[in-house]
């Protein structure tokens, strides 16, 4: 049988939603302009919103962030089919909303349908949930997904960096997430051991 050789894909789904953290989503974005990983991103309308507030970018700049950008209602878009190889997904920040979209499987929406199609491909996807506090279904919803798959990621500060500033927390929470995707990214701080 003749086996023939595809180029290497390296191409990964970004998802920004509306819940709290919308820089998470930006700077993973900015880490990533200039290495050989492609990104496709989709904002949800809540993501809009929360970047207008929670930030001093243009939704068109951070469009521009991303190789490739898709109207969140684009149902039929390459990343909704999984033919479209991928390296998966990162849902940064995720919402409880959208949480609840991937745990049923709820595909009403270009950002939700790649997340399943993530999933159903056996694909790795990362949802950066942000909420707090946790009621049970939120926990429940939690359970759910991570049993068809995905990966629970809260974005979750780490206090033994000794961070300086909220960039310096950003930059590691998103370098944490990137290295739960496989992907490494040069001159950022990695833990070597220390302490007692
Ligand atoms: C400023 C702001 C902050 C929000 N923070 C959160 C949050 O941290 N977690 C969350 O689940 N929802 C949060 N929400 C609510 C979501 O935006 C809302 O549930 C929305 O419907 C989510 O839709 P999406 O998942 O399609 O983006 C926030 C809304 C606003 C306006």
Redesign the pocket.
């Known amino acids: 049988m003749e086996v023939k050789a595809t180029k290497k894909l390296h191409r990964l789904v970004v998802g920004?939603?509306?819940?709290?953290?919308a820089i998470l989503g930006i700077r993973l974005l900015e880490l990533l302009r200039g290495t050989e990983i492609e990104t496709h991103l989709v904002?949800?309308?809540?993501?809009r919103?929360?970047i207008l507030?929670?930030t001093d970018r243009k939704i068109s700049e951070v469009q521009s962030l991303a190789d490739v950008h898709y109207r969140?209602g684009d149902i039929g878009a390459a990343i909704a089919s999984g033919s479209f190889v991928t390296l998966g997904m990162v849902i940064v920040?995720?919402?409880?909303?959208?949480?609840s979209?991937v745990a049923n499987s709820y595909a009403d929406?270009l950002?939700?349908r790649a997340a399943d199609v993530t999933l159903k491909e056996g694909r790795p996807l990362l949802l950066v949930?942000?909420?707090?506090p946790l009621h049970r279904g939120h926990l429940r919803l939690m359970d759910l997904a991570a049993r068809s798959g995905a990966v629970i990621f809260p974005p979750v500060p780490a206090f033994y960096l000794h961070p300086s500033s909220v960039s310096e927390m950003v930059d590691h929470t998103v370098t944490r997430i990137l290295l739960r995707m496989g992907i490494q990214i040069d001159g950022l701080e990695e833990w070597t051991g220390g302490g007692s």
């Open positions: 920004i939603t509306g819940a709290s953290g904002l949800s309308p809540a993501a919103a929360t507030q929670e969140h920040p995720c919402s409880i909303k959208t949480l979209a929406d950002l939700s949930v942000r909420e707090t």
